[in-house]
Every structure is written in C-alpha cells, then in structure tokens.
C-alpha cells in the first residue's frame, strides 16, 4: 500500500495473492462495500478473453488519488478456481493497462503450491521483502530456488530486496547471502505506520505514516529505474509501454 501511495503515475494494485485479499476489510476499514475483483474477473475471462473486461472488476478507491484496485479473493479456498486462468489474467491485466497505467501485483508468498507462476511472466520486476534475520534470509532462499534461482543469483526474472527493520546482520549482508541480489529499499520497522496501511489504523502521530512514506518513495524510485531495460524490451516500437512491477 505504501508503494502504491508513493507511485508517481498512475497504477493499478492487482491483489494476486492466493491466500486471499485486505486492502477492501483492511485498509480501507470496511469504508466500500465488497466489489467484485479478481475471482470475478477470473471466471469472466474464462468465458470472455476480451482485456477490457478488466475494467469492470476495478475499483476507484478514491477520485483524488491516482490508483485503482483489483480486489483480492475474499476466500483462500476460491484459489482453487482460478487454476489455469491465471495466463489469461496476465494477459489481460497487461492488454487492458497498455500504458495506461503501471501494475503492482501482490503476489503473497512466492514458493508456496498455489503462487501463480503465470503471472510472473508477465512482470518487469520482483521485489522480494524480508528482514535482516537469519531465518528470514534462509527462507528467501528457499523461495528464490522455487523461481529457478541458483548459486551466482542466476535467473530469468529481474529481483530486488527490500530489507524491512534492523537486524543481527547488515543490508550488504543480506544481499551477500542471496546471491548478490540488489538491496534497492530499506523500510522501518514501525508497527504504527504499518497498522495504518494493512488495518487503516491512524497513529497518533502523523509523521510516523509520512516518514514510512518517505522510505518507500526511495524504494519507489529504484524499483523504477531497475525495471527500465526489462520495460524497453517489452515496448513494441508502435505501442506504449505496457509497465508492469510485480511485489
């Protein structure tokens, strides 16, 4: 949410993630009523492969800011439907946006049996989150394996990490230990700021949410100018850019 908050274009926040969706109950406290997303747009396209369905399944969260939502799935066990429609998902999120707009898509966990591995085809860039620990770094490990990563950091799709907190060990650290995979963000630790943006929880202090903010801005920036080469690649000479990030 504070990527999307920080992103200087227009975006789309595509919540991908297989054990379900928050930003609806979550962020946004229940404010909207519960829309159709990303299962609907799913069973749409099943039937339907024209992108622009896409727009039906989007939500203007708010008219002064500049993203829309796809709303996750509300039930993690509705999963299981969209099996073998997530290459058509990609297809259209990335047909419909064009240049029109950039996608983030939260993919939840990587690794696990039900990420959807099709979606990541069509991404510019992952961003990877993880803290300083020991236990954290060895489970990014095992994740990035699951993405066809091996000894040298070797892979088909660009990774970035973002390093959350402090630690027993240094960012460089961390980024030694995987493989050399670029730390291209560094975001605090501070459980208020974050209350706001996962549960819409306003801390006491404003600055807590505009000093998060600032952070993630810097993540923002990089992220950008890391998925540069994969978005000119994938720019047809007569067409817009087609942006997409992938977290």
């Known amino acids: 949410m504070a990527v999307t908050y920080s992103w200087p274009e227009r975006a789309l926040l595509a919540e991908c993630d297989p054990s379900g969706g928050s930003v609806l109950a979550g ?26 369905v896409v727009w039906q399944h989007l939500v203007r969260v708010d008219p002064s800011v500049r993203w829309r939502l796809l709303p996750g799935l509300q039930d993690p066990r509705q999963a299981a439907q969209l099996d073998g429609v997530w290459p058509a998902i990609a297809e259209a999120l990335v047909t419909a946006m064009g240049d029109q707009a950039d996608v983030l898509l939260d993919l939840g966990r990587i690794g696990d049996r039900e990420t959807p591995y099709a979606l990541l085809g069509a991404v510019d860039l992952l961003c990877m989150v993880v803290r300083p620990t020991l236990r954290q770094v060895d489970a990014a490990r095992h994740r990035l394996e699951a993405l066809g990563y091996g000894p040298g950091g070797q892979g088909a799709l660009p990774v970035a990490l973002c390093v959350v907190g402090e630690g027993p060990y240094k960012y ?35 600055t807590r949410v505009t000093t998060f903010l600032q952070a993630a801005t810097g993540l923002v920036v990089a992220l950008r100018r890391m998925a540069e080469p994969a978005q000119a690649a994938r720019r047809p000479a007569s067409a817009g850019s087609g942006r997409r990030s992938g977290r």
């Open 27 to 52: 962020h946004l406290s229940g404010r909207m009523p519960p829309a159709p997303g990303l299962l609907e747009l799913g069973l749409a396209l099943a039937h339907n492969t024209d992108p622009e």
């Open 172 to 206: 460089w650290e961390v980024s030694e230990a995987l493989d050399g995979l670029p730390v291209v963000g560094r975001l605090p630790a501070d459980a208020q700021a974050a209350a706001y943006f996962s549960d819409g929880i306003v801390p006491r202090r404003w």
